[in-house]
């Protein structure tokens, strides 16, 4: 049942939690659970990125627990055999306090080995071990608690017998302990290892630990100093750099959908004071080209037109043309298109890429340098609810939504594009600049979100022109879509007198219920 048709006082489920709530109370509440749903899944990924850290960790710490097992192992083993050495030798360098150690005959290893698996004594003998051995004609009788060593047979070594109360082994300092002097090899240096190491933990990729490596050697030469002290020092600095350029900020776009506004969070960069940064540069002011030209090639005959850059196409050439003779475009390249944040999780992100056409296509098209691409903005993305997921108010809404974020992108530029803009240039020229927005770049989808049509099932599904859908596979020329007519058509779908007659004018012309963003562009003629 439609919620306006639904008393305030009845109870309705919701989808998403499966809470019965006041019909008036729904869409508070289904608000509620989307927040919760979303918060739940931003937990999830966080708590996905810890587990992975501690496994990491737990790596570290058992490579470290297996090198530290195996250096003592080693220590072990040393002094094993300087505990053979001691026992054997008739003057050791362990304390043997008292009498010195009876010594008995050398085993005789031509004998077969007992086995001993069997009693080596008959059977009604007494267990020769259970008694004191006869210590022989030549050697004293052994006392209560004497310590009796006996060696392996093939250390060749007599066995001896000491006093308890002189029993004692002098035990290895930690000075005496065997060390390596060099843990990091098959590394050069210790400093080699430490650089690889942190490396190892950043998870660097080849090309930043060739960086790294760079830099260190760079520092190292004396050809550059080095003088970052601690991670609070790197952060200073990196917020004073931030403060050198616009920044992100925060605003809130408000779209009604069923008798509610719905409040959606935007961060973007002021789209004109982003522009103005790379125009103040002086390193960059030498590369601006402000005036549109035509190139062409003589081919032996006659010149034939080419173009290599913005400038030099149609489209910069016109829009100087309608601007005053002493102003100049500054033109902007508009990139969208909605992706996944991550290759794991499922949160997605709706970024505005932005490049300056009036820069030589090295430079923008570097996404590293300054002058090159930057994302300027983050259009929000609608959390999808089943209970409207397929409805037509549904579709207009979301597609509302995009619009008034778009538009929240191109205020600063909308404020200037009527009059233009006195600015001193990073080459000390003041120059009038026009805002125009050259290029509005996306793929299939996007654009039929930007151009609000219907897509690959309505009449007309191209986003520039209206060729019928029959007859895409003509080539031939159509007629071009303009704001004005869309703004005509969508005006005269609502003065009709229902809905049937309002949706089936629009459908003639592939459009939705939705006003398009007419801010200082027409979008169906910059749309690529």
């Known amino acids: ?8 006082s009845e109870l309705v489920t919701c989808d998403r939690c499966g809470a019965n709530v006041r019909a008036r109370g729904l869409g508070s509440h289904s608000k509620s659970c989307a927040k919760k749903e979303k918060e739940r899944l931003e937990d999830e990924e966080f708590a996905d990125i810890v587990r992975k850290a501690k496994k990491k960790e737990l790596r570290r710490q058992r490579r470290e627990i297996r090198n530290n097992l195996q250096r003592l192992e080693d220590a072990q083993s040393s002094i094993a055999v300087s505990a053979t050495a001691i026992w054997a030798d008739p003057d050791p360098d362990v304390e043997m306090q008292g009498s010195s150690p ?10 077969a080995l007992p086995d001993f698996h069997e009693a080596d ?9 259970s008694n004191e051995p006869d210590p022989g004609p030549n050697k004293p009788n052994p006392e209560l608690d004497d310590i009796k060593v006996e060696y392996h047979p093939h250390s060749q070594i007599s066995s001896t017998v000491h006093h308890f109360s002189e029993f004692t082994r002098s035990r290895m ?28 933990e950043a998870a660097m990729t080849k090309d930043q630990t060739n960086r790294l490596l760079d830099l260190v050697h760079r520092s190292a030469s004396g050809n ?25 900020q925060n605003d809130t776009v408000s779209v009604p959908f069923d008798s509610e506004v719905h409040e959606f969070e935007m961060h973007y960069r002021p789209l004109w004071d982003w522009g103005l940064d790379l125009l103040r540069d002086k390193y960059l002011a030498p590369h601006f080209v402000f005036d549109a030209q035509r190139l062409s090639k003589f081919d032996g005959e006659r010149f034939v037109r080419f173009i290599d850059e913005p400038w030099t196409a149609d489209a910069f050439w016109n829009a100087q043309s309608q601007l005053p003779s002493d102003a100049k475009p500054l033109a902007y390249i508009l990139y969208a298109d909605k992706s996944k944040l991550s290759s794991f999780g499922t949160q997605k992100g709706y970024p505005i890429i932005a490049r300056i056409a009036n820069l030589p296509v090295h430079i923008r098209n570097n996404n590293t340098a300054l002058g090159g691409g930057r994302v300027v903005g983050w259009l929000p993305i609608i959390v999808e609810n089943q209970e409207h997921a397929k409805k037509k108010n549904y579709v207009d809404f979301k597609n509302a939504v995009w619009h008034t974020s778009f538009y929240q992108l191109l205020a600063s530029v909308a404020q200037h594009s009527n009059m233009g803009y006195w600015f001193e240039c990073g080459d000390g020229i003041q120059r009038r600049l026009w805002p125009v927005i ?9 654009q039929c979100i930007m151009a609000l049509i219907r897509g690959l099932k309505g009449k007309f599904p191209c986003p520039v022109c209206l060729v019928p859908q029959d007859e895409q596979s003509v080539l031939a020329t159509h007629e071009f879509r303009t704001r004005h007519q869309s703004e005509d058509v969508l005006r005269t779908a609502r003065l009709k007198p229902s809905e049937k007659e309002k949706e089936a004018h629009l459908k003639a012309f592939s459009l939705q219920n939705v006003e398009v963003c007419s801010s200082c562009c027409d979008i169906y003629q910059i749309l690529m």
Request: no cysteine.
């Open 173 to 200: 300092t930690e000075h005496t302990v065997p060390r390596n002097n060099t843990p990091w090899e098959p590394f050069r240096t210790r400093l080699d290892f430490e650089i690889a190491e942190i490396a190892l």
């Open 224 to 248: 550059d100093k080095f003088t970052l002290q601690n991670h609070d020092e790197v952060r200073s600095l990196w917020n004073l750099a931030s403060q050198r350029y616009t920044r992100f």
């Open 102 to 111: 009876r010594q008995y005959p050398p085993v005789d290893h031509d004998a």
């Open 121 to 129: 004594f008959a059977p009604n003998e007494p267990d020769p071990g």
């Open 1 to 8: 049942m439609p919620k306006s048709k639904q008393r305030a």
């Open 438 to 446: 050259l290029i509005l770049s996306a793929d299939y989808e996007e």
